[in-house]
């Protein structure tokens, strides 16, 4: 599950990596864990989200449960983007799964802040700790 898409805003359609492309996601896996790398463009925005969610429910709709969203290239994000990120913790929830961040800050930090939502999504500044976090205590 190895891969990358990027998407073109003006296109609205994801797209190949090329000049103009703003949004670059990466999917990989560490052990059971599948972390989705966010790169390329410092916002997430309503067109942009759209290639998040695509490739989130892709993920679900396979039989992922465990996910960790690196939004350390992230700075700013909508209320879309807002939405997937719930929308896909209550979806894995609901089957058992989970999902956490890691590196959210600034602006996008300050959004989750204020709604409350870090009482509900963990998040994490270190991959190995977030890693950790999704093994099951012994």
């Not at 983007?81 to 719930?86: L, P, S, Y």
């Not at 896909?88 to 989970?98: A, K, M, P, R, V």
Request: charged residues 20%; glycine residues 8%; aromatic residues 6%.
């Amino acid at each position: 599950m190895i891969g990358s898409q990027c998407y073109n805003p003006a296109q609205r359609l994801p797209a190949h990596r090329a000049a103009g492309v703003y949004l670059q996601i990466s999917i990989r896996e560490s052990a059971d864990v599948t972390i989705v790398d966010v790169r390329g463009r410092s916002a997430l925005d309503e067109g942009e989200s759209y290639l998040l969610r695509g490739n989130l429910e892709r993920l679900v709709a396979s039989g992922v449960r465990k996910v960790l969203l690196n939004l350390t290239d992230v700075t700013q994000l909508d209320s879309s983007a807002v939405t997937v990120i719930v929308r896909t913790y209550f979806s894995l929830h609901g089957q058992g799964g989970d999902l956490k961040l890691l590196h959210p800050s600034g602006h996008v930090l300050e959004v989750f802040s204020m709604l409350h939502l870090q009482r509900l999504i963990p998040s994490f500044e270190d991959e190995a700790q977030a890693l950790a976090s999704f093994r099951p205590l012994r």
